[in-house]
């Protein structure tokens, strides 16, 4: 039986669909993306509180290179199988190459469900994965195109991202207090999660149910890519997780986060540094097609995948 935020997800599309006038306010999706990853970023640090060392920097380096590689491996398929525009195709592959906080919540949520062992720095993935794709796409657009502008405005717009503000900041708070210092707060917060998630997943529904009614099926190139990528990205992630031994919830998450895409960090970042693209094909693709393949079927999918690589 999927997990009881899942269903949140679906009453969200279902009541879209229905065209309901069930809306969630902006300010209230505001301030449940704020608090749903400053959560994420807090149940990190409080993981990591005690246990950094130098033997995380091998983990790091292979995260950070799985971010950087994803645009440059994307970008000619984008290009030639989907036929997009050079703009285009740089933006869905920064989207592409980012993490999804929300997924990486959904997973989470899933491995916990199932008490599979996490390491302390699995929040670190999402933060580290944020970062980089963008920077590789856009510097790859640049390249395209011959564009040989500063790179100074790239990096402060993608490293002053919201996404990335709170889920450092959680991580550096949480592992800083510790368990101790953060007991005041982790009611609001920690005890909190799973409802918070279900509130973010419930909007995220309605969001989607936007982009899949009516079905703009003169994407279906797009729309094609955004429901086969994700399962061969997973298989990326979960390979890397397996190479460095990480513990089976870990491994998951990993080849979850590699499996989706950005919807909040990167059209932020793209949209200020590629005016040429259209942002909404993006989003479209990333929230519309890959969001919904990975809550309801993605996940899964990958468990039975890495239960099967390890037996």
Known sequence: MPDIV????????LA?????????????YDTLSILLMLTLGLKGGLSLHGQVSWQLLPEVLAVLAV?????????????????????????????????????????????????????????????????????????????????KSGT???????????????????????????????????????GSFKALLALFLLDMGLCASKHLYP?????????TFALVAPVFLALVGLAVGLALGLPIGSTLILGCLVASASYIAAPAAIRTAIKEADV????????????PFNVLIGIPLYYQLLIWAKA
């Open 6 to 13: 899942i269903m949140f997800f679906l009453l969200g599309v």
């Open 16 to 28: 879209g669909l229905a065209r309901s006038d069930l809306v969630v306010p902006k300010a209230a």
């Open 67 to 147: 971010g950087s590689v994803i645009p440059f491996v994307l970008y000619p398929l984008l290009r030639n199988a989907v036929k997009l525009t050079q703009a285009n195709a740089a933006s869905v592959a920064a989207h592409y190459g980012s993490a999804s906080a929300g997924t990486f919540a959904v997973a989470l949520a899933f491995t916990e469900a199932l008490n599979l062992p996490i390491a302390p720095q699995t929040t670190l993935y999402l933060v580290l994965l944020e970062l980089p794709a963008i920077v590789a796409a856009i510097f790859l657009h640049r390249k395209v195109t011959g564009n």
């Open 152 to 190: 100074g405005a790239i990096w402060h717009e993608a490293l002053t991202s919201r996404g990335v503000i709170l889920l450092t900041g959680g991580v550096l708070i949480g592992y800083w207090y510790g368990p101790e210092g953060s007991q005041a707060i982790a009611p609001l917060f920690l």
């Open 215 to 223: 079905l703009p099926w003169h994407h279906w190139r797009l729309i």
């Open 280 to 291: 909404g094909i993006a989003i479209f693709a990333a929230l519309g097609v890959t969001f």
